[in-house]
């Protein structure tokens, strides 16, 4: 018997890069979310950003309706992203209605109810024709109210009155001592429940988005790490995939004759790994630099991901044995992204990565090197993190070189990075120094190729000025 489909739960996407995978497709459909979380962790960005890419990406207008910040302000704090509310606003796309709520003010009376700002909010949303809605935020609205029959009532009428006016709704607040929010019952009502969390770990800060509950939807269930830059919010959603990733045939170049001809069909297959590890100053980087330079003559976009070396330093150090990586790195076929592994967390790397690569579309991905982020994660961390990222290289169809420091040439699964990556990576190149008579010799020795014959011997090779070239075995 044909089983039939499940009906589709209507969602609302989001506008958030990352958030829609997470959600299965976005909000709740016509239905309220709240957003909470402590200050400072993104709630009010992530009501903007919901609002303007509904009218820009979707044809949907909508209402921001704030009891903190008013219209001239919030224009004012997320231009810098890109966000011109107050084009939105002439355009009659857009409204922001600003209501002042003084705690003093108020009079609890069992009169005391919503009924005016209902009015307000249902002129604005008809003015406009809007389909979404975000209330930010509703601590100032029932702030000064102490009687809890009164604020329970009104805030379920509220939730309420939104779902039969059938816009989809955000409506963020302050997180609570014992509860997800202040009055601890928002999240009761809400169909979707989204906390935002912003924490410091040993000096370095992390963004963390987790779905609490989500009415008649399946979910992530995980914490997903996201970040707010130039370009507003974007979810890193990436999880555990599945090893269904399509494999290639074609054979690539890895920039040098000498080393494709250790292989059997003198080259790697397109799509697949390669790690690269050694001591310091047995020639990982320029071995990468090999491989950026073999994607740029193909005419591939090519992303290089440094955690040791300026742009400028590692141009000028490749150029130093043949390398020329300038002309590339101007006409914006090779992009090099330089910063230091403390500048933030772990998944914060794996985000950044995430984005460049969906900007840049890269064929070609290297990070030099990998071993850089053990300083700011533990072992499980950085293992968990490398997975996710050579999991999320391998569904992409990139092709993608890893380098790893080791403190001695024959220790290696005492090291992290390689214990986490030697066994997902295609091909495994180790590269070492030794000295023989107080003259110190570079050997190469290719560890593993899936799929691909090698050469089984260790190969010793010198760096001249026109660069790597690997003698002949005996």
Not at 287 to 295: E, H, P
Request: aromatic share 6%.
């Amino acid at each position: 018997m044909r089983r039939e489909k499940p009906e589709v739960f209507p969602k609302c996407k989001t506008g958030v890069d990352g958030l829609d995978e997470i959600t299965g497709g976005g909000f709740p459909k016509g239905r309220p979310t709240l957003i909470c979380g402590s200050a400072g962790c993104g709630k009010t960005l992530m009501g903007i950003q919901f609002l303007v890419k509904g009218i820009t990406d979707f044809g949907e207008p909508g209402v921001f309706m704030s009891f903190e910040e008013s219209a001239r302000d919030l224009a004012q704090n997320v231009r810098s992203l890109g966000f011109d509310l107050d084009k939105l606003i002439s355009q009659k796309k857009l409204r922001i209605d600003h209501i002042r709520i003084e705690k003093t003010e108020i009079e609890e009376t069992g009169d005391y109810d919503l009924e005016a700002l209902f009015i307000r909010l249902n002129h604005a949303i008809d003015s406009i024709g809007a389909k979404r809605v975000v209330l930010d935020t509703i601590e100032s609205l029932f702030g000064g109210l102490d009687n809890a029959t009164i604020l329970r009532s009104e805030i379920r009428r509220l939730f309420q009155w939104l779902k039969d006016k059938g816009v989809t709704t955000i409506i963020t607040g302050e997180r609570g001592e014992s509860s997800l929010t202040r009055q601890g019952l928002e999240e009761y009502v809400s169909d979707c429940v989204i906390l935002l969390d912003f924490r410091v770990i040993d000096q370095i800060a992390t963004r963390r988005l987790r779905i609490v509950k989500y009415r008649g939807s399946t979910h992530g269930t995980n914490e997903y790490p996201f970040l707010i830059d130039e370009t507003g919010i974007s979810v890193l959603p990436i999880t555990s995939l599945k090893l269904e990733h399509k494999t290639s045939t074609e054979l690539l170049s890895y920039g040098h004759a000498g080393l494709d001809k250790l292989f059997e069909k003198e080259g790697f297959y397109r799509g697949t790994s390669v790690l690269i590890t050694g001591t310091a100053g047995t020639s990982k980087t320029t071995l990468a630099s090999y491989f950026a330079l073999s994607s740029c003559q193909r005419k591939e976009s090519t992303l290089f991901f440094s955690f040791e070396e300026s742009p400028d330093q590692l141009v000028r150090n490749m150029k130093s044995v043949g390398i020329d990586l300038k002309s590339y790195l101007k006409s914006g076929l090779l992009f090099i992204h330089s910063s230091r592994p403390s500048l933030q967390g772990l998944e914060m790397h794996l985000l950044v990565l995430n984005k460049l690569i969906r900007e840049l579309k890269p064929r070609t991905v290297i990070i030099d090197p990998i071993s850089s982020l053990v300083t700011v994660g533990n072992t499980s961390e950085v293992r968990a993190m490398l997975v996710r990222l050579m999991d999320m290289l391998k569904v992409n169809q990139i092709n993608a070189l890893f380098t790893s420091l080791t403190h001695d040439g024959f220790s290696d699964f005492n090291d992290v990075t390689v214990d986490a990556v030697s066994s997902l990576a295609d091909t495994w190149i180790r590269v070492s120094n030794d000295e023989k008579k107080d003259i110190r010799s570079r050997n190469l020795n290719i560890v593993k190729s899936r799929g691909m014959g090698h050469s089984n011997q260790v190969h010793e090779f010198t760096i001249e000025g026109k660069g790597i070239k690997i003698k002949k075995s005996d």
